[in-house]
């Protein structure tokens, strides 16, 4: 054997020894566990033990699992209910690998698990729902409605039948009938919930023209509370405009009145004190509001009405 033969075999055997050694252990941590197989068959129970391992390298296998709670998200089904509405369903759950040599043998790995969950909660979720009415699925409790005045209007809080189960009872349901199943499959069910509720398109699009049917009574109802509203306020206000005016005219005719009896006193006055003067100013006042610079008068001499002028003259 050569130095250079020597020398390959002391880096080789040391390379070789590490990476057995290396395939012997294997490490647990707080949130795994392990089951070990050999040629694909699983080799005693499981290893939840946290800390350094050995198994027999390169024949056996460490497989790892989660010790901790996984979610469950499922997708949207349509499901009648009792009363005959088509809903879509969506729920979510939380579990747990509680047996990994069963979970191991029945479904491998967590892939397979979310698959086979798959099946055993829309299941269980299409049976328990058909059992109930829409209303015990959409309320968890009797609470009392806070009543508006739409409410009022459309009279709903008393169409609402009073619930005997609730949405919360009905999650419950399904939970306890799924984790009927599921231990079996080495996995435990933590809990199960209705995440959300809706109709079908066909059935939304009828709830919503009743929707905006009831919104356009209620707003007809609105306008036309409003519309005789404002004729009241209209009509009182043309009342109180011609109250308004009635006095103002009441008033002006007093004070026209009591003018036009002021002026006449005064005339009088003026007229007991000198009567022949009065008689001259009325009759000025007659010549301008009579007669202008185009005014022909045929008149006799002797007429009263040119007594002043014909006074003038002599």
Do not use: C
Not at 23 to 47: L, R
Not at 121 to 148: C, H, K, M, P, Y
Not at 151 to 173: K, S, V
């Amino acid at each position: 054997m050569n130095k250079s033969t020597k020398s390959i075999i002391l880096i080789a055997v040391p390379f070789a020894i590490l990476i057995v050694l290396l395939n012997a252990f294997y490490v647990v941590s707080e949130t795994k566990q392990v089951i070990i197989t050999q040629f694909g068959q699983p080799m005693g129970d499981a290893v939840i033990k946290p800390g350094l391992h050995l198994k027999v390298p390169f024949i056996q296998k460490a497989n790892y699992f989660e010790k901790r709670w996984l979610e469950w998200d499922g997708d949207a089904n349509q499901i009648p209910t009792k009363d005959k509405k088509f809903i879509w369903v969506d729920t979510y759950a939380r579990w747990r690998i509680s047996d990994p040599l069963i979970f191991f043998q029945r479904l491998r790995d967590e892939r397979g698990a979310q698959s086979r969950i798959d099946d055993i909660i829309d299941g269980q979720t299409r049976n328990v729902i058909a059992n109930f009415d829409l209303i015990e699925i959409v309320r968890s409790s009797n609470r009392e409605f806070e009543l508006t005045e739409e409410l009022a209007i459309l009279d709903i809080a008393a169409a609402i039948p009073e619930i005997e189960t609730g949405r919360e009872r009905i999650a419950q349901i399904i939970l306890e009938k799924s984790s009927e199943i599921t231990p079996e499959l080495g996995v435990e069910l933590r809990d199960v919930k209705i995440k959300r509720i809706n109709y079908v398109e066909e059935v939304q699009r009828k709830v919503f023209d009743r929707m905006i049917s009831e919104r356009k009574r209620i707003a007809a109802k609105y306008r036309s509370e409003g519309d005789g509203k404002s004729a009241e306020i209209r009509g009182e206000k043309e009342r109180e405009l011609k109250n308004i005016q009635s006095a103002a005219y009441r008033k002006a005719q007093e004070i026209k009145g009591k003018a036009d009896a002021e002026a006449t006193k005064i005339y009088a006055n003026a007229y007991n004190r000198d009567p022949e003067f009065y008689q001259f100013m009325k009759t000025l006042e007659t010549y301008v509001s009579t007669m202008d610079k185009d005014t022909w008068l045929l008149l006799s001499t002797d007429a009263e009405f040119l007594k002043y002028l014909k006074s003038s003259r002599r």
